[in-house]
């Protein structure tokens, strides 16, 4: 089962940028459709964007409503890592951030279809 590492969480401003990395070990990275959720205290775990393997190292990239256009998410096979870019940042994005990795195909969104999981990073967003 692949092992997987967020980083890049902290503390920003409305309005402000962050971007979180997941590195991935211990499988064969480009095998697996990775996915970021978010989990706010007292809130379910929510998806928030996926990136769906599509041939040799093309994907398929998926977004929440809350986050298009804002968040964009991006993976690199040779480097064994998936990144998200998030911007224009509001307070409701604040939540610990989960990498999570799959080996079934299907573009799924349902954090129940993940096999694999990160630590988590906290990300808050301050007013």
């Known amino acids: 089962q692949v092992q997987l590492v967020e980083s890049g969480g902290g503390l920003v401003q409305a309005g402000g940028s962050l971007r979180l990395s997941c590195t991935a070990s211990?499988?064969?990275?480009?095998?697996?459709?990775m996915g970021w959720f978010r989990q706010a205290p007292g809130k379910e775990r929510e998806f928030v964007a996926s990136a769906s393997r599509f041939g040799r190292s093309a994907y398929y990239a998926d977004y929440a409503d809350s986050v298009k256009g804002r968040f964009t998410i991006s993976r690199d096979n040779a480097k064994n890592t998936m990144y998200l870019q998030m911007n224009s940042l509001k307070p409701e994005d604040t939540a610990v951030y989960y990498c999570a990795a799959t080996l079934g195909s299907g573009r799924s969104t349902w954090y129940g279809d993940f096999d694999s999981w990160g630590q988590g990073t906290q990300v808050t967003v301050s007013s």
């Open positions: 211990g499988g064969t990275f480009s095998s697996y459709d």
